[in-house]
């Protein structure tokens, strides 16, 4: 257990030095400058000015020096200030956390408590009409992307039938109901593409476990069909569904910038978006990198999890 | 057999019974019309060689061939109820509660990712409605019972930190928990060490006389069934060829292919490094079954008839010695038609000349 949690703090420093630095890379590349972003571009007449503040935020020096010194403070927990807002990046990210966490949250939680039953129902009923309805309705799913699902829900939902608000955030401080209301369609536009695809794997997965040897001498047993495939199937069945939650997390913190950018929820995702069109570099870097880390560690908890759902894995350890 | 008190002790009737698999290639025609009785407290041994429907019978009598392909005809009754004919829900309360497998594999039969305690118990605590606290005592009881040593820790193990043996015996008494009036034992020493292999079938015979349980013991080891069962039934090409008090049946065998089970046997008083007598041939395609009987393809003894026509299954001097054969090893025409075959040179009788010289036709090689 020991060496495990080491081997991954070793390959979660690596990731994270190959992310920022290829983040800062592509910062670099991009056209304009984030001296737009320092000065208006009226005082960008002064050649002399803009020098000086060049020289003042080092942007005439070579990159690696300046990924260098990035680096250094990011060591040592200091991520810089963001060029548009003057606040740290550091706080800004927790500032904007709770919005993506929460949006993210309550999508995964969503997509899974709706996946297992119907992956599980659709197995065990594979090829009668139950299974071909849920497998459509996943196909369906599967090939709306969030941003249309998004605009389709709030012309249904809050434009036509005005059930729910179409745009903006209520903290959850402010009470869970107006919170939800809140979060209920950006999280089920992100969630549709996640149930299909969990669906299915526990659909395969399912199939696959009622094919076992256990399976039958349950039910030789005489044990319910609802207690084989809950309480004997659905955890052998759920590895390949932990592994695709964890891998799912990159796509889905890539479909919050679009999500919350479609509700104008003030997220770490629409935070992004607007660092990248602000050229705000040390935004970018630094959510960039705080979303790597999120991937790295949720996936090394995916590996933990294994552990507890198979204890032949753990003893292998 | 026949005797009015003995029908009283009657458990189970199957008739005509027959299980077929539609496949893209066809129809497998696994079990083709198999009927025999068996009394409460009485054990019969199913034997034949891989693939002649011994397992697939003894999960169709328990209704156990899961999927839509699957077809069962004929019927088994079961003290008073034909199981083929009952609704799911009530086969629900059958399984486990009358009817009980132990089966081939144990590494696979539990489920790797569940204590053995929970797997014990169950299906006590769901027909019984038994409590945690009395499952647990029962668990340790049943564990006790099988010869499990340290029950208590056993019971918190996870399957694969058990043996082999270990996890058979836990099978046993996960069959055993709800006392069932029948056991299926399908193969249940197959996938173990040959020095467990006594000590579960050992364990098998002890419970099953004790409790006063029919037992079937399905496997593919003659040498299995010898001494441990009441009865016998020898199928091949999911028909039964031969079926006798398995006394009798060793005594004297009368169908070529229970003669030739025997003697593909290998024996601790031969030599080593003999051949052993394999089976010439293989068995018939089940989807398109040989005209005639099934086994004359492989038989030493077979006869112009044997081909076209399929024997009935019937007895000659002793009624509870049956068999489907026109020309029964050791019968006149047996040794005439086998030292016909040897004459003109039949690869399956020559190959059984040489083997065993001495013993032309005669079942008792032993």
Not at chain 1, 87 to 108: D, G, K, N, Y
Not at chain 1, 156 to 172: D, E, I, Y
Not at chain 1, 216 to 224: E, I, P, T, V
């Amino acid at each position: 257990m020991g060496t495990f949690i080491a081997k991954r703090l070793v390959r979660l420093v690596g990731t994270l030095l190959a992310v920022s630095f290829l983040t800062f890379l592509l910062v670099n590349l991009l056209p304009g400058d984030a001296i737009n972003a320092l000065i208006p571009i009226d005082a960008q007449q002064d050649r002399e000015f803009v020098e000086q503040i060049r020289e003042e935020w080092g942007l005439n020096d070579p990159m690696l020096v300046r990924y260098g010194r990035w680096l250094g403070d990011a060591v040592q927990g200091d991520f810089g200030d963001s060029i548009v807002t003057s606040r740290t990046v550091s706080s800004e990210i927790f500032h904007r956390l709770p919005v993506t966490a929460e949006l993210m949250l309550v999508t995964v939680g969503l997509s899974v408590m709706l996946a297992i039953p119907l992956g599980v129902m659709a197995a065990y009923r594979e090829g009668t009409r139950l299974d071909q309805v849920i497998s459509g309705i996943a196909q369906v799913f599967l090939s709306i992307p969030g941003f249309v699902a998004g605009l389709l829900f709030i012309y249904v939902f809050a434009m036509k039938l005005g059930w729910l608000p179409a745009t903006g955030w209520n903290r959850l401080s402010n009470g869970l109901l107006d919170n939800l209301r809140t979060v209920i369609l950006p999280a089920l536009s992100l969630a549709l593409i996640e149930i299909a695809v969990y669906t299915r794997v526990v659909r395969s997965d399912v199939m696959n476990t009622l094919q076992e040897d256990f399976v039958l001498s349950a039910r030789a047993k005489g044990l319910s069909d609802r207690y084989i495939l809950f309480r004997h199937c659905l955890r052998p069945s759920s590895l390949t569904l932990i592994t695709v939650v964890g891998l799912n997390i990159g796509t889905l913190l890539g479909g919050t910038v679009v999500v919350e950018f479609l509700f104008a929820m003030p997220g770490l995702g629409k935070r992004l978006l607007d660092a990248i069109f602000q050229r705000d570099f040390m935004m970018i870097q630094g959510i960039t990198v705080f979303v790597a880390t999120i991937y790295v560690l949720v996936n090394t908890a995916v590996d933990l999890i294994y552990m507890l759902v198979d204890p032949r894995i753990r003893k292998a350890d | 057999m026949s005797d009015a008190v003995e029908t009283d002790r009657r458990l189970l009737t199957v008739t005509d019974l027959r299980t077929t698999f539609s496949i893209a290639a066809g129809d497998v025609q696994a079990v083709r019309g198999v009927s025999f009785a068996l009394d409460r407290g009485r054990t019969l041994g199913i034997v034949g060689e891989s693939g002649c429907g011994k397992t697939v019978l003894a999960r169709s009598i328990m209704r156990l061939n899961l999927g839509s392909n699957v077809t069962t005809t004929g019927t088994a009754e079961f003290a008073g109820r034909d199981l083929l004919s009952l609704p799911m829900a009530d086969m629900h309360e059958m399984w486990g509660m009358e009817l009980a497998m132990v089966f081939q594999d144990p590494m696979t039969s539990l489920n790797p990712l569940v204590r053995v305690g929970r797997q014990v118990t169950e299906h006590l605590r769901q027909h019984l409605g038994v409590g945690r606290a009395e499952a647990a005592r029962t668990a340790v009881d049943l564990l006790n019972e099988v010869r499990i040593p340290e029950p208590e820790a056993r019971l918190k193990a996870y399957p694969h930190e058990l043996s082999g043996g270990m996890r058979q015996r836990i099978c046993i008494a996960i069959a055993l928990a709800c006392e069932p009036a029948l056991l299926f034992a399908d193969e249940p020493t197959t996938a173990l060490d040959v020095t467990v292999q006594h000590q579960i079938l050992n364990l098998l015979g002890r419970e099953q006389r004790e409790r006063d349980m029919a037992m079937v013991l399905v496997t593919h080891d003659l040498g299995v069934v010898a001494g441990r069962t009441d009865d016998t039934l020898v199928m091949y090409a999911g028909m039964v060829v031969e079926q006798a008090p398995t006394g009798s049946l060793f005594e004297e065998m009368r169908h070529p292919y229970s003669e030739a089970l025997l003697r593909s046997l290998p024996r601790t008083s031969q030599v080593s490094h003999t051949r052993l007598a394999a089976i010439t041939g293989r068995p018939p395609d089940l989807i398109d079954p040989p005209s005639g009987c099934a086994f004359s393809p492989r038989c030493p003894y077979v006869q112009p008839r044997c081909r076209e026509e399929v024997p009935p299954l019937s007895a000659v001097d002793d009624p509870d010695h049956r068999f489907a054969c026109w020309t029964p090893v050791g019968s006149p025409e047996g040794m005439a038609a086998f030292a016909r075959n040897v004459a003109e040179g039949l690869p399956q009788a020559v190959a059984v000349d040489l083997t065993a010289p001495s013993s032309t036709g005669s079942g008792g090689a032993s």
